[in-house]
């Protein structure tokens, strides 16, 4: 989106979410420790060459050691140096984006101009607030340009910043040194590497401290871009692990800016919603302060409808608790514009109060068939679930077993995607923690469609770990097709890699099919995407013993569900028989909780 011609709407939402300069603070300081151990090693490694050339090594040998010793000693300065101005550069870009949001106005003020507008413009029967409707208007231009002069001083200050950094290439004048096997480049500290300059192993790209990147300038491991600070993200400068996007601070988001787990949406602070700006936990929609709200714009929690303030409300612009209708201060109203005390539940066949839905147990939901708290969806057992069918707390997601998901048909918690197991996995059909790519059994793995079973891969089909490649069996390899370690090759003619895999592209250990990875894994059709042990007869299954069709999780049978045991067809929890239920042991279809 171009700030140009955004709406202040836009521009002030966006520079007031998500986790402000905290990221780039942190970057800093994550920047300027590995500038402080860059310079201790190469003082270090300065002074115990220097002795040892003085003492125990004589001779020709000892002479070409020294002259390989000697240039690295200088690279590891030169690194450190490197560090410090990418540490200052961050620090700069952190006072560019608080100059920014100084200047920019804050997102109640352009709602309440916007608020005043419409009702200006309702009450302007006989034309007499034209002149209140045009000095509006004015004050919400000058927001635009405003908000508008910000971004361009932010967005110019920040590429101006970007332009100083020197690159991190091979010093001139010096022999290419990598410090073991199977690289590609130069001055690699690792194994398997495919770029230069990495510190680790398996990596392709260029300035990774970390092993398994497919990308640059990374702290971690597994990460599919650049900058990321964490494991197994795919995106750029990423604080934390399993997120897809770019700047997010947590686990398992979905989007960008978002300052939580689980997020489906920009700039959210808290976990599991699913949409922009939201201070909480499970809101489906945007701008919320609370949890579970269906809606925007709600200050309160289980609110379904927009601009509500309180709890349990259903419908919009209400102040108070447990009200059914538009426009009403009070508790337990129901209709429009309504003033007082009603019932303790506006809604029928309910126990307990402050509930605005029907046959709800608990208090303050808006939605139907709850059983708990400020619930706006329908079906849930817990509190501050925004979706349908929850059996946990904070799912804007349905069907979830758990908590903190934004996403639906998962087992855990901070899910972003959809049909995982585990926690913090921002797309699909993943069983693990912290994966931003799909079909994975493992940790960290971040490719999009990446069908890996290990960790910290960010290539796809691959049997092990911090492979970069593609369909590697083995450990540090950024090549593909590879098995054993550390190899930045592709062998010409090889379609499996591993040990009595029947088909294509295969890795691992007597699979047969197509595309998986894993360990006696076999797949009905090609295309396989089966990832895990031991999983049979269709496609898509990641995990454990799974026989059906795209099953995540461990010995479930039937298509679609998460979890351990499940049959029937798209279940979270355990041991459910029937369809589209959360939670565990259920016989019947659509339940939460346990044992219906």
């Known amino acids: 989106m171009n700030f140009l011609v955004s709406p202040p709407e836009v521009n002030s939402l966006r520079i007031f979410s998500g986790a402000g300069s905290a990221p780039m603070l942190g970057a800093s300081a994550a920047w300027d420790g590995l500038a402080a151990e860059l310079a201790s090693a190469a003082e270090s490694f300065a002074s115990v060459t220097s002795v040892l050339a003085g003492q125990a090594w004589q001779g020709p040998a000892a002479t070409a050691m020294t002259a390989v010793a000697a240039p690295y000693a200088q690279w590891l300065s030169a690194a450190a140096t490197r560090a410090s101005e990418a540490s200052g550069q961050a620090m700069a870009v952190a006072d560019l984006f608080e100059a920014a949001r100084a200047g920019t106005i804050h997102p109640a003020v352009v709602a309440a101009n916007r608020k005043a507008l419409v009702q200006l413009v309702m009450s302007n029967l006989f034309g007499q607030n034209a002149p209140a409707i045009a000095a509006a208007e004015s004050s919400y231009e000058q927001m635009w340009i405003q908000d508008v002069t910000a971004m361009v001083g932010y967005h110019s200050g920040a590429s101006a910043a970007a332009a100083e950094l020197t690159p991190w290439q091979s010093l001139g004048g010096l022999a290419d040194l990598n410090t073991s096997i199977g690289n590609s480049g130069a001055w690699n500290l690792g194994v398997g590497n495919t770029g230069d300059n990495n510190l680790g192993s398996g990596n392709t790209g260029k300035a990774n401290v970390g092993s398994g990147n497919y990308g640059n300038a990374n702290l971690g491991s597994g990460n599919g871009g650049n900058t990321n600070l964490g494991s197994g993200n795919t995106g750029n400068a990423n604080l934390g692990s399993g997120n897809w996007g770019n700047t997010n601070f947590g686990n398992g988001n979905y989007g960008n ?236 003619g090889v379609t499996n890699s591993g040990f009595g895999n029947v088909g294509s592209n295969l890795s691992g250990f007597y699979n047969t099919g197509s595309d998986s990875s894993g360990f006696q894994n076999s797949t009905a059709d090609a295309f396989g995407y089966t990832s895990g042990w031991g999983n049979s007869d269709g496609r898509g299954n990641v995990g454990f013993h799974n026989t059906g069709f795209a099953l995540s999780g461990f010995g479930n049978t039937g298509s679609y569900n998460a979890g351990i045991n499940n049959s029937g067809s798209s279940n979270s929890g355990l041991a459910n028989a029937g369809n589209t239920s959360s939670g565990g042991g259920h016989r019947g279809d659509d339940q939460s909780g346990f044992f219906n």
Do not use: C, H, M
């Open 257 to 492: 800016l978002n300052l939580g787990g689980g997020n489906q949406g920009n700039g959210n602070l808290g976990p599991g919603n699913v949409g922009d700006g939201n201070r909480g936990g499970g809101n489906i929609g945007s701008t919320n302060v609370g949890s579970g709200s269906l809606g925007s714009f709600n200050l309160g929690s289980g609110n379904a409808g927009d601009s509500n303030v309180g709890f349990g409300n259903k419908g919009s612009f209400n102040f108070g608790f447990g009200n059914n209708g538009n426009n009403d201060v009070g508790f337990g109203l129901t209709g429009d514009n309504q003033v007082g005390i009603g019932a303790l539940n506006a809604g029928i066949g309910n126990l307990g109060f402050g509930n605005s839905g029907n046959n709800n147990i608990g208090f303050f939901n808006s939605g139907d068939n709850n059983v708990g708290f400020f619930n706006s969806g329908n079906g849930n057992w817990g509190f501050g679930n925004a979706g349908t069918t929850n059996t946990g707390f904070w799912n804007a997601g349905s069907v979830n077993t758990g908590f903190g998901n934004g996403g639906s048909t998962n087992f855990g918690f901070d899910n972003a995607g959809i049909a995982n197991v585990g926690a913090g996995n921002a797309t699909y059909n993943s069983v693990g923690f912290g994966n931003a790519g799909s079909g994975n059994t493992g940790f960290f793995n971040s490719a999009q469609y990446g069908t890996n079973t290990g960790a910290f891969n960010s290539g796809y089909w691959n049997t092990g770990l911090f492979s970069s490649g593609n369909t590697n069996t083995g450990l540090f390899n950024s090549g593909s097709l590879n098995t054993g370690f550390a190899s930045s090759e592709t062998p010409v």
